[in-house]
């Protein structure tokens, strides 16, 4: 009954929150849409393209072992956050060395600082990975739907003020990076989690 109950809640607040994001949203692309031109998408489309599919292969199902396993000790969750730390870091360095040649592949030269900046993110998102683990491990999905809701609005708004300001494509780029950062302090303060640099191969084996 008690799973039942659960269940119901995560569709409950997944619904109720996913769908005035998905109104701002779509009422704010239209307008940053006015405002920036498509060269400047492009040159985003370009830099989400390659980080963007990239980076979904860095979870590794760490944080669904976190939820299955019931994981709580704090040097486990320490070495999953470290072994995603590092994977971040490297391929944010290699995409750094490669920016110029995926601009050229793509004969756009604006795009190599822009994929430079954004390889960030790698790093960015290896941050939220445990806090919003564990957040999913104590089933506390209204917290979920929240985080995620002040994420695309974030995004929306911060997108939307900079492309005003005539950041053309950087008012994509700034309106992925700033609300990304923010959520991830955000979550971390939420569950009461201190990322910290440890890792212990004898554990990780049975993660």
């Given at each position: 009954?008690?799973?039942?109950?659960?269940?119901?809640?995560?569709?409950?607040?997944?619904?109720?929150?996913?769908?005035?994001?998905?109104?701002?949203n779509f009422v704010i692309?239209?307008?940053?849409?006015?405002?920036?031109?498509?060269?400047?998408?492009?040159?985003?489309?370009?830099?989400?393209?390659?980080?963007?599919?990239?980076?979904?292969?860095?979870?590794?199902?760490?944080?669904?072992?976190?939820?299955q396993k019931n994981i709580?000790?704090?040097?486990?969750?320490?070495?999953?956050?470290?072994?995603?730390?590092?994977?971040?870091?490297?391929?944010?360095?290699?995409?750094?060395?490669?920016?110029?040649?995926?601009?050229?592949?793509?004969?756009?030269?604006?795009?190599?600082?822009?994929?430079?900046?954004?390889?960030?993110?790698?790093?960015?998102?290896?941050?939220?990975?445990?806090?919003?683990?564990?957040?999913?491990?104590?089933?506390?999905?209204?917290?979920?739907?929240?985080?995620?809701?002040?994420?695309?609005?974030?995004?929306?708004?911060?997108?939307?003020?900079?492309?005003?300001?005539?950041?053309?494509?950087?008012?994509?780029?700034?309106?992925?990076?700033?609300?990304?950062?923010?959520?991830?302090?955000?979550?971390?303060?939420?569950?009461?989690?201190?990322?910290?640099?440890?890792?212990?191969?004898?554990?990780?084996?049975?993660?």
């Open positions: 009954m008690s799973e039942s109950r659960n269940t119901r809640s995560q569709l409950y607040w997944n619904t109720l929150l996913r769908i005035p994001a998905q109104v701002i692309s239209i307008l940053v849409a006015r405002l920036l031109m498509p060269r400047d998408f492009g040159i985003m489309g370009i830099t989400m393209m390659i980080i963007g599919y990239t980076n979904l292969f860095t979870n590794f199902g760490f944080v669904e072992a976190i939820i709580h000790d704090k040097k486990i969750l320490n070495s999953i956050f470290t072994f995603n730390l590092t994977i971040s870091c490297l391929l944010a360095g290699g995409f750094y060395l490669i920016a110029g040649l995926i601009a050229d592949f793509f004969n756009t030269p604006e795009a190599m600082m822009v994929i430079r900046v954004m390889s960030i993110v790698f790093i960015i998102t290896a941050f939220p990975i445990v806090p919003n683990a564990i957040l999913r491990r104590d089933m506390k999905f209204k917290a979920v739907a929240i985080f995620d809701l002040i994420q695309a609005i974030l995004m929306s708004i911060i997108t939307l003020l900079l492309a005003y300001k005539g950041f053309e494509y950087w008012a994509l780029v700034y309106g992925q990076i700033i609300p990304l950062a923010v959520t991830s302090v955000l979550l971390c303060i939420k569950v009461r989690y201190l990322p910290s640099l440890y890792y212990n191969n004898n554990l990780m084996k049975k993660v």
